[in-house]
Nanobody, 127 residues
Framework: EVQLQASGGGLVQAGGFLLLSCTAS????????IGWFRQAPGKEREGASC????????NYVDSVKGRFTISSDNAKNTVYLQMNSLKPEDTAVYYC????????????????????WGQGTLVTVSS
């Protein structure tokens, strides 16, 4: 059974940091693209970052570039999202997801490329 477990969310003040983790099981981790998405209240789910060990690609949406860093530990089947300089607008439920599409794409419709989703972890940034 494919499972993705996201953790690390919490409440932080603006300017603070959090480290999210996504641990996967039930599939060959490093053959997939792993993405971090987020969904703020009343908004659509959007991509934040993704990584593919197989294709050597990493991608960020403009709003998090320079502040978020994605990394992976294939031995642990875990992808991390280090989030620094957090802003209130980063407040959202963060989801990790896996795709075998080979595409580290985060634009419109990216959610449809991902087949498996974790349960989400809430990040709240206070001003």
């Amino acid at each position: 059974e494919v499972q993705l477990q996201a953790s690390g969310g919490g409440l932080v003040q603006a300017g603070g940091f959090l480290l999210l983790s996504c641990t996967a099981s039930g599939f060959t981790f490093d053959d997939n693209v792993i993405g971090w998405f987020r969904q703020a209240p009343g908004k659509e789910r959007e991509g934040a970052s993704c990584t593919s060990s197989t294709y050597g690609s990493i991608n960020y949406v403009d709003s998090v570039k320079g502040r978020f860093t994605i990394s992976s530990d294939n031995a642990k089947n875990t992808v991390y999202l280090q989030m620094n300089s957090l802003k209130p607008e980063d407040t959202a439920v963060y989801y990790c997801a896996a795709s075998d599409s080979g595409s580290c794409y985060l634009g419109s419709g990216a959610v449809y490329l991902y087949d498996y989703w974790g349960q989400g972890t809430l990040v709240t940034v206070s001003s």
